[in-house]
């Protein structure tokens, strides 16, 4: 995925050309009214200006066959655009009975992925190519909004009900993943990546990853993988403490007590993360006890 700066998101999935094209008849039905109302109108100011002011205007009764063509001529454009964006839309939310079920939960502010496997993810998303794949979303919160800009397909998750969505990826890559709906004072950073891979480096990637390797980097591809790096940062200034360093060090919590980090403390906190906040940071870590 390019970096550069880009007008017109690239297109990455089966419906983001038919999305594009719509989006242009659109603004090309718009910008041709535009032009001929305000020519028309130019016309008529200049055509029918009063030129002394002794004249007096013709008083007009109406014209039925100009009444009869703005009227049709606009219903069947208006019905034409209908009738593409409903079948447009009945396809889009209409998940072909094989797509590949993938849970998504919403949560201020991140978003947790489980596959059908069992195999959970934080801020990321990694799918098959040339796969139908159905998201299973809803909020633990308040209103969010799952959006992927390449892929032209955007989807409401809501507290307290499920809401769908489908698509099939057509390139391999990483693309943009947004929350589209204001969701409290850190919404801009609840971001994240969908990777679309190969069939084949997809399944690797369910089963746990390259073998033989060591348990720094089985550690760090963890820490990776489940969006840990997003708040916890080498140094300070990240939502969570910096772990830099941190393990058989004193912390000082958000209680007034200080404990020490060890094995325990650790496991505690990536288990039950709200248990011991640590002092200056709010409790919005998700828990990751099965």
């Known amino acids: 995925m390019s970096k550069d700066f880009s007008l017109h998101p690239e297109l990455a999935s ?46 007009i009764h109406g014209s039925l066959p100009l009444e009869l063509a703005w009227s049709i001529i606009p219903f069947f454009i208006c019905m034409g655009v209908f009738t593409l964006g409903a079948d447009m839309f009945f396809r889009m939310y209409r998940a072909p009975a094989d797509a590949l079920n993938v849970d998504v939960v919403g949560k201020q502010w991140m978003w947790k992925v489980q596959h059908p496997e069992g195999k959970r993810e934080i801020n990321e998303l990694h799918v098959p190519i040339n796969t139908p794949i159905r998201l299973t979303m809803t909020s633990e919160d308040v209103i969010h909004a799952f959006s992927i800009p390449a892929f032209r397909t955007k989807r409401d998750v809501v507290p307290g009900r499920y809401n769908t969505m489908w698509f099939e990826a057509t390139k391999v890559g990483e693309y943009d993943l947004f929350c589209a709906e204001y969701c409290g004072t850190q919404h801009s950073t609840m971001i994240g ?17 390259a073998a033989g390797e060591s348990m720094v980097e089985a550690g760090m591809r963890h820490f990776e993988q489940l969006g840990c790096a997003t708040c916890h940062k080498s140094q300070s200034g990240g939502r969570g403490p ?30 039950r993360p709200t248990s011991s906040i640590v002092n200056g940071y709010q409790p919005i870590m998700p828990t990751f006890q099965g």
Not at 27 to 45: H, N
Not at 242 to 259: F, I, K, N, R
């Open 242 to 271: 910096t772990l830099t360093g941190v393990y058989g060090e004193p912390v000082q919590l958000a209680s007034g007590e200080v404990v020490v980090a060890d094995e325990a403390y650790i496991r505690e906190s990536i288990l």
């Open 193 to 209: 990546r969908v990777v679309v891979m190969e069939e084949q480096d997809y399944q690797n990637w369910l089963g746990g990853g």
């Open 14 to 59: 089966t419906f983001a050309l038919q999305i594009d094209l719509l989006y242009f008849l659109l603004v090309a039905i718009s910008v041709i009214f535009t032009v001929a109302i305000v020519a028309v109108i130019i016309f008529f100011v200049i055509k029918y200006r009063r030129k002394s002011d002794d004249e007096r205007p013709k008083p």
